[in-house]
């Protein structure tokens, strides 16, 4: 293959799709991006927009020149603070190793797009594709406004319910499965916190460090966000099953994500909680119920001719209990995006396609065996169990040895990746 400039198309202008926009369109490549939502342009005050950056994101941001921005949007903080959650008493305090950065997901969507299209990326909204044919020279794709453009490539980083998904052979009728998991999203301004003397110094006490709960069944990670004077709560019940603990079931829909509007039951599931987190619930007037889905391992990412490739949860949606979702498609852009740009080693695109697989797919699953590890251990209903976890957290040692959801050696192998330098890496060994 020639290193001349690609044409590239990217369906879903999220975090994924637009961290590859601006790290292809920095490289000299012709890129577009489609977004089915119409605006970026939010006051930053919905429910549950709170996002977790360890550094093996944030490095890969910063490769792109956007250190400066980001931390313009941050809360950075270093430790991990564990809480009983009867009495609010402190369990331990977790040293992490390098922190981790606190933000709101639209400042961090609008800082995305500034970057891309100051790397003269084209970003469309409230646009959708229609269809798409590969073929052997490139990819058409029709839009919703009835353009029809040809790319070199299509990157799919459209989200679980990805419609690129539904191009590629073996892995189109592949759905996304319900688990008993749900996190309710709660974001409270910090006027309602300072009405109650405990709510208040949790208030205080979540600008550093971020806080965690676990309490038979349910866990809860929080923290302040003080560009946005609000306290951010990720309230995960996993033992929600179909909702009945709530007093009403719910069906299997599609809509994962939507407002919840019983707040009597929700205040009554999770009333056992110290008087911090009841004060604050009863101030809450939105909630947001996310019900947890994953994606069953796809036997592929790409189309047979490896122009269609997908990443971040169109790949490998997994449940967020380990704070990594938006770094893993983050990690997949980057690599994704050096492999293109070094396409002329490749002999043609499949090549491209199964490099960044085998790449991406062992750190996915490693990912995986956090995730289901901590899903096992926050589901116990037996308090007691719970603490002898708690107890080990930020232990050093073997996993497997101390029984903690949180090490040294769990925070190295997060922290210590460098997706961007594992593709160059990659990369040069073929140029030898």
Not at 11 to 38: P, R
Not at 294 to 300: A, G, I, M, N, S
Not at 330 to 348: K, T
Request: charged share 25%.
């Amino acid at each position: 293959m020639s290193n001349e400039k690609l044409t590239v198309l990217i369906i879903g202008g999220g975090i994924g799709g637009l961290v590859a926009a601006i790290s292809l369109a920095q490289d000299g490549h012709d890129v577009t991006v489609i977004e089915h939502k119409s605006r970026y342009d939010s006051d930053g005050g919905e429910s549950g927009q709170g996002l977790c950056l360890t550094v093996n994101a944030t490095k890969c941001l910063f490769a792109l020149g956007l250190e400066e921005d980001f931390l313009s949007i941050a809360d950075v903080g270093q430790d991990l603070q564990i809480r009983n959650f009867q009495d609010g008493s402190s369990v331990r305090r977790v040293k992490t190793l390098n922190g981790h950065s606190m933000v709101h997901r639209s400042d961090l969507l609008r800082l995305l797009v500034r970057h891309a299209t100051r790397a003269d990326a084209k970003i469309h909204i409230n646009q959708r594709c229609l269809g798409m044919i590969e073929h052997e020279s490139g990819v058409g794709v029709m839009l919703q406004d009835g353009r029809v453009i040809q790319a070199d490539v299509v990157i799919g980083a459209d989200g679980i319910h990805s419609e690129t998904r539904g191009y590629i052979e073996g892995v189109k009728s592949i759905e996304p499965v319900l688990t008993e998991h749900c996190t309710f999203l709660v974001d409270v301004p910090k006027v309602a916190m300072e009405k109650h003397e405990a709510s208040e110094q949790l208030y205080e006490c979540g600008r550093d460090p971020f806080q965690f709960w676990m309490a038979p069944e349910r866990s809860i990670v929080a923290w302040t966000m003080t560009r946005h004077d609000r306290y951010h709560l990720q309230m995960n019940d996993h033992k929600y099953g179909n909702g009945s603990a709530y007093g009403a079931e719910q069906g299997n829909s599609k809509s994962l994500i939507a407002g919840y509007e019983n707040l009597e039951a929700f205040r009554k599931r999770w009333s056992d909680f110290e008087p911090a987190v009841t004060e604050l619930l009863g101030e809450t007037t939105t909630v947001t119920r996310w019900r947890i889905a994953e994606l069953p391992d796809l036997p592929t990412w790409s189309s047979s001719g490896g122009r269609i490739i997908l990443l971040g949860d169109a790949a490998h949606a997994v449940p967020p209990y380990a704070g990594q979702g938006a770094a893993m498609a983050i990690e997949d852009a980057s690599v994704l995006s050096v492999l293109l740009s070094n396409s002329e080693v490749f002999s043609e695109f499949g090549a491209v396609a199964k490099a960044y697989e085998k790449l991406r797919r062992p750190r996915i699953e490693g990912f995986r065996h956090i995730i289901n590890d901590n899903m096992r251990r926050w589901s116990r209903t037996d308090a007691a169990a719970q603490q002898s976890i708690l107890n080990a957290s930020g232990s050093a040692g073997a996993d497997d040895v101390t029984g903690a959801w949180a090490t040294e050696k769990r925070y190295h192998w997060i922290d210590d990746y460098y997706a961007r330098g594992t593709a160059l890496e990659h990369v040069a060994e073929l140029r030898k």
